[in-house]
């Protein structure tokens, strides 16, 4: 039998509280893991959660201290974006093995030279959080889609859809890295292919009167395109008011999969398939209730609740058996490289053409 992992949440923010709670749960309900330790710099911040969540250990003020400390041997690092980079490598560097928030940096440079870092010296020490890759309906379409239910795949629609601007003091690296990043890794992961060119445009509507976190855009549209035979198109956005929206749709030779269909229940996610035009009945239809956490929280834990939980019980295992995490650093820069090249398509007009 594997050793109980010793793991440390850093970052006690939105996330950070939802995965030291999974953290908590998991402890007692597998025994795989104990929650021995949390670092935030907003101290009492730190303790009302661990009091709620009834679990009273040791609070680090920083990164840099409990990466000292040495108390465990493997951290989550949830803090904001700008720090993943310095707060990830130094617990890497003190010998932790990391589950590290999305985006890997939020910047493509950054991300390479990270990635240089982490291949050279720490190649197997960094697990990145894509949750997408551990929820259920996607998991079942995904394996609809490879039994070949719909035939050949030439289109897939992603879309990731806030009700609401990001709270006030949120930093984001724009709407694109912050948000898209998980539906172009979904694309990436679903097609095991990485895309030719990328196209972006963006607007700006109204969240910039809302809040003080200030991003590039607050609707965006990013198109993929994988040679003749696959494109792709994500659509992100802070401004569905009617509510978090999460869809895919994957299209094939012969019929559809459509993940999450936009009906403001979020604790019910059906997976549909449809085959050609004149069935009747739908390949496939299965609903997946999703977990009820009975208090107000972020609507992507309302939606994703139970991806995070099994994405961080993987992690564990992982960690347990000394075995590679299924996402990592190299997955994180592939889906900014995606990224960046729309932004470079927004922003550069090198090659866009002006109607005007
Ligand atoms: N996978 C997802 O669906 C998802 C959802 C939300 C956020 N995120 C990611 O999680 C990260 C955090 O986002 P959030 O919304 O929780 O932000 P947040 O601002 O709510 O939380 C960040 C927390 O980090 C703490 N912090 C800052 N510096 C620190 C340091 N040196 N050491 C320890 N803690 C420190 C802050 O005090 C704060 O409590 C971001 O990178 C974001 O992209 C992912």
């Known amino acids: 039998m594997a050793e109980k992992l010793k793991i440390a949440v850093a970052g006690l923010g939105r996330m950070g509280a939802i995965h030291a709670l999974h953290a908590h749960e998991l402890a007692r309900e597998t025994q795989t893991c104990e ?10 911040r ?6 709620l969540i009834g679990h009273e250990i040791p609070v680090f003020p920083s990164v840099d201290a409990l990466a000292e400390s040495r108390i465990c041997s493997a951290a989550v690092v949830v803090t904001p974006t700008d720090d993943h980079r310095e707060h990830a490598a130094a617990l890497v560097r003190a010998g932790y093995r990391v589950m590290l928030e999305k985006p890997l940096t939020g910047t493509l440079e950054a991300d390479r030279a990270f990635a240089v870092e982490l291949d050279r010296e720490h190649p197997e020490s960094l697990m990145l959080a894509f949750q997408r890759r551990f929820d259920e309906p996607l998991h079942y379409a995904k394996k609809l889609m490879e039994s070949g239910a719909i035939g050949r795949v030439f289109k897939i629609f ?21 948000m898209a990043v998980h539906n172009v890794d979904e694309i990436l992961w679903l097609t095991g292919r990485m895309p030719d060119k990328a196209l972006a445009i963006g607007s700006r509507i109204y969240s910039h009167a809302l809040t003080t976190s200030l991003e590039d855009f607050d609707d965006a549209l990013l198109c993929l395109w994988f040679g003749e035979d696959l494109l792709a198109q994500v659509q992100v956005s802070r401004n569905h008011v009617s509510g978090y929206r999460v869809e895919t749709i994957i299209f094939g030779e ?27 009945e739908p390949l496939a ?5 999703m977990r009820a956490y009975n208090r107000p929280l972020p609507e ?26 299924p996402v990592t650093h190299r997955d994180g820069l592939r889906a900014q490289q995606v990224i960046s090249a729309g932004m470079q398509s927004m922003f550069g007009a090198a090659n866009a053409t002006d109607l005007k």
């Open 300 to 325: 992507f834990i309302d939606r994703f609740g139970a991806a995070y939980k099994a994405e961080l019980a993987a992690f564990i295992e992982c960690c347990r058996r000394n075995a590679p995490f």
């Open 285 to 289: 239809f299965q609903t997946f209730l």
């Open 46 to 51: 730190a303790r009302r959660l661990l009091t």
């Open 158 to 178: 992603s879309a990731l859809e806030d009700s609401n601007p990001a709270p006030n003091g949120y930093k984001s690296g724009g709407i694109l890295p912050d």
């Open 35 to 44: 929650l021995v330790a949390v670092a935030e710099p907003d101290v009492e």
């Open 254 to 280: 012969q019929g559809q999969i459509h993940v999450g269909r936009f009906d403001q229940r979020l604790a019910e996610i059906t997976v549909e398939a449809y085959g050609p035009r004149g069935r009747s």
